[in-house]
T-cell receptor, first 114, second 115 residues
Framework: ETGVTQTPRHLVMGMTNKKSLKCEQH?????MYWYKQSAKKPLELMFV???????ENNSVPSRFSPECPNSSHLFLHLHTLQPEDSALYLC?????????????FGQGTRLTVV | AQSVTQLGSHVSVSEGALVLLRCNYS??????LFWYVQYPNQGLQLLLK??????LVKGINGFEAEFKKSETSFHLTKPSAHMSDAAEYFC?????????????FGKGTTLSVSS
């Protein structure tokens, strides 16, 4: 496989469930990202990992918990979500997280919270 | 802080017509600008980027964009639209926000192409 791969592609979960989104990149990149894409809103940057270290972001609710065990893998752990959390969750990677570096995106996980 | 504004959430053109998608940026430092395209049920794909040097940037699929510092703009154009160009287009700037350093995106413009 090449590029950035996200699994699952679709996920339906209840508000009391716990689930995880997985992202894997085969590009040798050192930075990985989670974005949330909701209808009628700009892509929202949720988390940034650079060299497996995360910048703290207190604007994202604690029901979203990221994990980056190595430079190739990124997870987003979900628990006690709300219906408004339904969205397309996109993972991306880049060579580094300098401002002039393009990001490569996965196809996304379409999450529906019921 | 950096940000981008895309003017027009929806643009409709006829096949063979000029495509013009507008993007204005705000940045306190020299900006790094990007255009991405998203087809239905897909992730985002890079069309082109401006970092330094030539202000007219050519990308894939016949698209190009011109960086105009005096107008703080980075509009995307294509001389002749194809049906396959129908998609959502996002302008982005390399920036820093509370989540860290990453691409900061506009709201997107949906391009429709009619025959």
């Amino acid at each position: 496989e090449t590029g950035v791969t996200q699994t699952p592609r679709h996920l339906v979960m209840g508000m009391t469930n716990k689930k995880s989104l997985k992202c894997e990149q085969h590009l040798g990149h050192n930075a990985m990202y989670w974005y949330k894409q909701s209808a009628k809103k700009p892509l929202e940057l949720m988390f940034v990992y650079s060299l497996e270290e995360r910048v703290e972001n207190n604007s994202v609710p604690s029901r979203f918990s990221p994990e980056c065990p190595n430079s190739s893998h990124l997870f987003l752990h979900l628990h006690t979500l709300q219906p408004e959390d339904s969205a397309l969750y996109l993972c991306a990677s880049s060579q580094d997280n300098a401002m002039n570096t393009e990001a490569f995106f996965g196809q996304g996980t379409r999450l529906t919270v019921v | 802080a950096q940000s981008v504004t895309q003017l027009g959430s929806h643009v409709s053109v006829s096949e063979g017509a000029l495509v013009l998608l507008r993007c204005n940026y705000s940045s306190s430092v020299p900006p790094y600008l990007f255009w991405y395209v998203q087809y239905p049920n897909q992730g985002l794909q890079l069309l082109l980027k401006y970092t330094t040097g030539a202000t007219l940037v050519k990308g894939i699929n016949g698209f190009e964009a011109e960086f105009k510092k005096s107008e703080t703009s980075f509009h995307l154009t294509k001389p002749s639209a194809h049906m396959s160009d129908a998609a959502e287009y996002f302008c982005a700037v390399g920036g820093l926000n509370q989540a860290g350093t990453a691409l900061i995106f506009g709201k997107g413009t949906t391009l429709s192409v009619s025959s």
